[in-house]
């Protein structure tokens, strides 16, 4: 059974799934304008997008856009993710440069680091023994952008990142049919009450957001919404206020007036 988890003013795991807005800005003054977009709509979670940042390679840049973020929104929780080529983001970056680029992300003011378990065990482990040196947490993901695997090597992924330690266990993946959107959010759900760390999941694509929505049956402790779908950082993300007012709807907590 997943165990809650405290991360500042949030607690992942315990009551409604966890509500997180990507940044995906490509300079400082772009960071700007969506930090302050972004604060207004209150996530409970931010995630910043690095692969969407044009000077990522830059030490100095990344603190400095750390600072901006923090700036505005200095208790919500902030998820630093570099997603790669391979898993759908904006960049190719060879092994060693990412693992570099996730070390130096332990140093900054972060709270979480999300790292792809596919970079194989070696510089997973690194990663998530760094990381924790530095008392950061870690997000273990896998993401598909093509289909959605089968009901056992969806196991198998939340079992590899359990086993690594890694504090949080997510998989995303593409969802081409109805039985593909079940599948991710059983395998979730399974995940959940196997492992002690709060499972995330999502079915991407048009036929996939019902699972950011009915996060109640996959037991996915965080959901990934945007401000507008301009600013989606993948397939299917609907806008955090209609989320929001489905997730009451769901949990039984609207009422008519
Ligand atoms: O891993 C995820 C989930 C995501 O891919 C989604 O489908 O909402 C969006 C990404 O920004 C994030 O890193």
Known sequence: MSKELPIKNIILGKGSAKVALPLTSVDDAA?????????????DIVEWRIDF????????ALSSAVQII???MPETPLIATFRTKDEGGQFAIIP?????????????????IDVEIGKGPALVNKVIKKAHQAGKLIIASSHDFDKTPTAKQLAERFDEMAEAEADILKIATMANNSEDVLRTMSASEQAAKHHNQPVVSMAMGQIGTISRLATTVSKSAITFACL??????????????????????????SHES
């Open 70 to 72: 923090r700036q505005v």
């Open 96 to 112: 060693d440069d990412y693992e570099q680029l996730l070390i130096h992300l332990t140093t900054l003011d972060i709270d979480i």
């Open 228 to 253: 507008s779908q301009k600013e989606a950082s993948a397939p299917g993300q609907v806008r955090i206020n209609e989320l929001r007012q489905i997730q009451n709807i769901l949990e039984g907590k």
């Open 53 to 60: 940042f044009k000077k990522w390679q830059e030490e100095q």
């Open 31 to 43: 960071l700007v304008t969506d930090a302050n977009n972004t604060a207004q709509a209150s996530p």
